[in-house]
């Protein structure tokens, strides 16, 4: 009997080989060269604005965004 064939974890959906989602405060994907996390400005870090979940930074407080010179 033989295993099916295995998948490479790029080729998996939700593995390092895909984007990760981006909220609509980032500035960039997370994780890419040159970026960081910062405070999100709409919530200031509490993840909350306008009686409910921040649509920034989605109610995690962060968003991912530019940092140095260029």
Do not use: F, K, L, Y
Not at 53 to 63: A, E, L, Y
């Amino acid at each position: 009997m033989t295993s099916p064939p295995s998948r490479s974890a790029a080729s998996q959906p939700g593995t390092a080989g895909s984007p990760a989602p981006m909220a609509p405060g980032d500035e960039a994907p997370p994780g890419t060269p040159g970026t960081g996390d910062d405070v999100c400005r709409r919530c200031g870090g509490s993840g909350q604005a306008d009686a409910g979940v921040c649509p920034d930074c989605q109610g995690s407080g962060t968003v991912t965004v530019g940092i140095g010179g260029g």
